[in-house]
């Protein structure tokens, strides 16, 4: 699908729809954003995700979708993004928690552990690859620490954050786990 | 040649794609000085990037990522620069990088990144940070092509030149870099 600005800013919400169901078309006009940095098309995006979440539609949008509030990134798109961690819809939570993590894990990080006890695969698999990517020492005690830490599905994704952290106190830690 | 002589030339890219091997080939060609992004914050930080994000984390990386690049702009001599990979993600780096010089996208598709990323990890003596971190643990393909796909916009909306580097040898990459940065239209 070709687009441009132009195309993107008339845009109704069903061929808005038809945009963000593709992840081919979602980071097309994820570089027109970032290029354009338009304050209306920005807040029209965030209203068409605000009427969006929590309708029908929403099982229609593919999970890097979310990637478009991260692009835009201001304060309305962050707030929205962490309203979609309790969404209860799983592809809707692994693209916010995707995209919170990349913004900033550490702020974040609080609301992002709880996924990695999440009961989709999908989300766990998510939140855990984008902690583990941006991860060091400073996140060891928080999972250690966490209320989930025994929890089976919390723990298998602590193994895996841990291996890709890599420094030797995380390997440790790991190896502890595995024991 | 028409490469315009008061700016720098920026290479941006996804990890793996070859910005700083391609750097030095086209840097030799062209006759423009070498500067690696990610040598000079572990020269500046006295430690390798993987401790940097070890110890202090990416946002603090990202800062001392943001000041480097603020002074690799105001060399008094244009130079061929190849960026971290996640340099464009600031937006004040994105501003940077457009209002000081030309900027090269080097693209690759998935499949690709990851022949490199995997020959870096056997072969170079030193293989970066990241590819190192990307080819860890399960699912490292479905991983790399989120990371990729979420970055590909921020290389995109500061790139002048974009040029695929799929199936081409690095010296034809590298001509086609300064064919493409030799002409007017870009």
Not at chain 2, 78 to 90: E, H, I
Not at chain 2, 160 to 172: H, L
Request: proline share 3%.
């Amino acid at each position: 699908m070709k687009l441009d600005i132009d195309e993107i800013i008339e845009l109704d919400k069903s061929s808005f729809l038809k945009i963000v169901t593709n992840t081919r078309s979602v980071v097309k006009m994820g570089a027109i954003l970032l290029k354009q940095n338009n304050k209306v098309l920005e807040s029209r995006i965030i209203n068409f995700f605000r009427s969006i979440f929590g309708t029908k539609s929403e099982k229609k949008l593919c999970p890097e979708s979310l990637f478009i509030l991260g692009w835009i990134g201001n304060d309305d798109a962050i707030e929205l993004l962490v309203s979609c961690l309790k969404s209860g819809e799983p592809k809707i939570q692994a693209g916010a928690g995707f995209v919170l993590a990349q913004i900033d894990e550490i702020s974040f990080l609080d609301l992002l552990l709880p996924l990695l006890n999440d009961r989709s695969t999908i989300v766990r698999g998510w939140v855990a690859f984008s902690i583990g990517w941006c991860g060091g020492n400073y996140h060891l005690e928080a999972l250690r620490n966490h209320p989930y830490a025994t929890h089976k599905r919390f723990k298998n994704e602590m193994i895996e954050i841990l291996k890709m952290i890599g420094t030797r106190e995380a390997l440790e830690f790991r190896t502890s786990l595995l024991q | 040649m028409i490469i315009r002589k008061e700016n720098h030339i920026y290479l941006v890219g996804f990890t793996g794609v070859g910005k700083t091997s391609l750097g030095k080939l086209i840097s030799k060609m062209i006759g423009l000085p070498f500067v690696d992004m990610d040598s000079r914050i572990e020269k500046e930080m006295g430690i390798p990037i993987y401790e940097i994000f070890a110890r202090y984390g990416e946002s603090v990386f990202r800062s001392v990522e943001t000041s480097v690049l603020v002074s690799i702009s105001k060399l008094p001599e244009p130079a061929l620069v190849a960026t971290g990979n996640g340099t464009p993600l600031r937006k004040t780096n994105r501003g940077t990088l457009v209002s000081t010089g030309t900027v090269v996208y080097l693209k690759a598709n998935s499949s690709t990144l990851i022949k490199r990323l995997k020959y870096s990890q056997n072969h170079d003596a030193h293989p970066s940070d990241s590819s190192e971190l990307l080819l860890k643990g399960k699912h490292y393909r479905k991983r790399i092509q989120l990371l990729k796909r979420f970055r590909e916009p921020y290389y995109e909306s500061v790139a002048n030149i974009a040029i695929s580097t799929d199936d081409k040898s690095k010296r034809d990459i590298a001509r086609e870099v300064i064919q493409r940065l030799a002409s007017p239209m870009q």
